[in-house]
């Protein structure tokens, strides 16, 4: 990994083989990691059981980088098989690690899926994929991935993104920006707390089209009880149906975003944990081999149970026809 300066919080070898024993009992019971009430409550107990060295590094983000590094898990690149072609060919590849990641973000609140998303999977494989290589998606490579929120088009998106990586030979970089970290001038916040765009679903989500209301308008960023936080992605913003001063700070916003932006080389078994109210994360562009040696992530998302960092007037957007799936009941 180069993080520079990031934290990096160390999970212990007795950690490691505690999260792994309760992964590879569930897998063995289940032999999918693909979720079903069943499982999901296994999941729960099990990450009930786990021991306070690990529910410690899963406490929440606690500093202005808005993120962290697990380490000390290990992917190993035999046991891990091919980086799958696509993620629709993923299936159960590794699936091991998706229930140690699964038992990770129950520690640290509650999973979701889409059900319009890697047909409703609680852990998504991000890996390059023929045909999608100029995407705004995790498929693509040749492009940059621009800065974004995850899921920002809806109201019920994760507080937390992780990411783990099963492989990454050629050193390819998460990017990862922290509105914490930005200089602003206090119109251009004042400007850009106003509801003036929409954000629209993207490129992963099937079916978005059949929503019932004209698109919201929402923010970009928002002053919480814990400071500033943002919704951002410029990718799926309508910029040009906003006013010239609205565009000028967002385009500020913007480059300010770009300058304190960090870049993560993930390596083998490491965990990015990204607070996505406060960072938005992005990929550096990269060319895709296609021979069962590319690049491989596993992503979970995950909802704080109590967190007060949205505005309410998100509770009354429709989400775009779109449901998030609690992994388990609140
Ligand atoms: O590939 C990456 O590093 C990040 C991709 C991404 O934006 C995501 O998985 O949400
Ligand atoms: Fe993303």
């Not at 045909?131 to 995790?138: C, D, I, L």
């Not at 937390?160 to 119109?187: E, F, H, P, Q, Y």
Request: glycine share 8%; hydrophobic share 40%; proline share 7%.
């Amino acid at each position: 990994m180069s993080t520079g300066a990031l934290p990096v919080r160390p999970l212990d070898a007795a950690s490691v083989h505690e999260l792994r024993r309760a992964a590879e009992r569930i897998l063995a019971e289940f032999r999918t990691s693909a979720a079903s009430p069943a499982l999901l409550e296994r999941v729960a107990g099990a990450a009930k059981a786990l021991g306070p060295a690990i529910r410690h590094q899963c406490r929440p983000v606690d500093t202005d980088d808005g993120l962290y590094v697990l380490r000390g898990l290990t992917a190993d690149d035999a046991e891990a098989g091919p980086t799958p072609a696509s993620w629709a060919t993923a299936g159960d590849s590794a699936a091991v690690h998706d229930i140690e990641l699964l038992l990770l973000a129950t520690v640290m609140g509650n999973p979701i899926a889409w059900e319009g998303q890697q047909e409703g999977r609680f852990v998504h494989n991000i890996v390059p994929a023929t045909g999608h290589e100029q995407e705004q998606t995790g498929a693509s490579s040749s492009v940059l991935l621009s800065p974004h929120t995850e899921d920002a088009f809806h109201p019920g998106r994760a507080h937390l993104l992780m990411l783990g990586c099963m492989r990454n030979r050629d050193n390819i970089a998460t990017t990862a920006a922290s509105v914490r970290k930005v200089r602003l001038g206090d119109a251009d916040i004042a400007e850009l707390c106003r509801p003036v765009l929409p954000i629209l679903p993207d490129d992963a989500y099937t079916k978005t089209q059949c929503f019932g209301g004209p698109p919201p308008s929402v923010p970009t960023l928002w002053q919480s009880e814990d400071g500033l936080t943002l919704r951002f992605d410029p990718a799926y913003t309508p910029l040009e149906q906003a006013a010239s001063a609205y565009r000028a700070a967002y385009a500020r916003l913007e480059a300010e975003l770009a300058r304190v932006s960090v870049v993560v080389s993930l390596s083998p078994g490491e965990v990015l944990v990204v607070d996505n109210d406060l960072v938005v994360h992005g990929r550096v562009p990269f060319k895709a081999r296609y021979d069962g040696t590319d690049r491989w992530l596993k992503r979970a998302s995950v909802r704080v149970p109590g967190r007060r960092t949205r505005p309410a007037a998100e509770a009354i957007e429709h989400g775009y026809g779109q449901t998030a799936v609690e992994a388990h009941g609140v």
